[in-house]
T-cell receptor
């Protein structure tokens, strides 16, 4: 069964460093998302991406964040200068065409720890 | 008022019991309602989604939506220890999902 994959599973970084989180969405999907979950809190939307551009972003997704689909398979989230409060699980998700738009499939997540 | 509210539990029931999980919401524009299951340190897994008011059944799982009360439910029949997980309700805005806090459920053998 096709699935969303994410690498690395755990990333430890120093405050102020740049990190890139990587995702491979399900191959025929068209819509891509990043969410995050701070320990003990809700899953929160960060950004959605369609047709090679951001279609919506949350207040959390400020200038420190960027997304890219550098090739036909990968989808990345970059945090330019990490802060302690960026420590969280980051989930990538994807969904298919408009008829299956509601079915967002999530990856296993990357646990980001900022020291 | 929070957009989506869900009792975080924990909820502990014996194997075989019927489990009822619930969420309330404030945004009457929500039309699509989802239930996800999340095992510890894993990504959310889509269980089912419903459109507008009504019921939807899938095996041992039944989702109900009451838009007039802004209340959704997930029922699990004949609960199994493997159903032990955190259950998240989510509602779709045009481009994103808005999640509840999640209810941590334990099914005791």
């Amino acid at each position: 069964e096709p699935e969303v994959t994410q690498t690395p599973s755990h990333q430890v970084t120093q405050m102020g460093q740049e990190v890139i989180l990587r995702c491979v969405p399900i191959s025929n999907h068209l819509y891509f998302y990043w969410y995050r979950q701070i320990l003990g809190q809700k899953v929160e939307f960060l950004v959605s991406f369609y047709n090679n551009e951001i279609s919506e972003k949350s207040e959390i997704f400020d200038d420190q964040f960027s997304v890219e689909r550098p090739d036909g398979s990968n989808f990345t989230l970059k945090i330019r200068s990490t802060k302690l409060e960026d420590s969280a699980m980051y989930f990538c998700a994807s969904s298919g065409d408009r008829s299956s738009y509601n079915e967002q499939f999530f990856g296993p997540g990357t646990r980001l720890t900022v020291l | 008022q929070k957009e989506v509210e869900q009792d975080p539990g924990p909820l502990s029931v014996p194997e075989g019991a019927i489990v009822s999980l619930n969420c309330t919401y404030s945004n009457s524009a929500f039309q699509y309602f989802m239930w996800y299951r999340q095992y510890s340190r894993k990504g959310p897994e889509l269980l089912m989604y419903t459109y507008s008011s009504g019921n939807k059944e899938d095996g041992r799982f039944t989702a109900q939506v009451d838009k007039s009360s802004k209340y959704i439910s997930l029922f699990i029949r004949d609960s199994q220890p493997s159903d032990s997980a955190t259950y998240l309700c989510a509602m779709r805005e045009p481009q994103k999902l808005v999640f509840g806090q999640g209810t941590r459920l334990t099914i005791n053998p």
